[in-house]
Nanobody
Framework: QVQLVESGGGLVQAGGSLRLSCAASGQLFSRYAMGWFRQAPGKEREFAAGLSRNGDKIEYAGSVKGRFTVSRDNGRKTMFLQMNSLKPEDTAVYYC???????????????????WGQGTQVTVSS
């Protein structure tokens, strides 16, 4: 089992940057594919970015590609999301998630992830 805690959210102006962190506790962090999801008010939770167990495979949603960078440090049991050129439509609660997967898989659906953090609010003002 793994526990996840997000940090780094906040209020930023459009065009600004934020860096989110997801710290994991428990064992075998490298056993999990990791993902960032976001959920805006009145909308479904959507995939933003994710990495395979060793980080060799990375996926991004089209809406964040070229602006967001996801990474992980298995030694520190932490995942990061560097968000640049933020837009008001990026405003959402951001969640990190861990999924038990094969070595090179990056699940895109929330239902494929087994553990979730509590979320961190990101607000981008225009």
């Amino acid at each position: 089992q793994v526990q996840l805690v997000e940090s780094g959210g906040g209020l930023v102006q459009a065009g600004g940057s934020l860096r989110l962190s997801c710290a994991a506790s428990g064992q075998l962090f490298s056993r999990y594919a990791m993902g960032w999801f976001r959920q805006a008010p009145g909308k479904e939770r959507e995939f933003a970015a994710g990495l395979s167990r060793n980080g060799d495979k990375i996926e991004y949603a089209g809406s964040v590609k070229g602006r967001f960078t996801v990474s992980r440090d298995n030694g520190r049991k932490t995942m990061f999301l560097q968000m640049n050129s933020l837009k008001p439509e990026d405003t959402a609660v951001y969640y990190c998630a861990a999924g038990i997967t094969s070595w090179y898989e990056v699940p895109l659906s929330p239902s494929e992830y087994h553990y979730w953090g509590q979320g961190t609010q990101v607000t981008v003002s225009s």
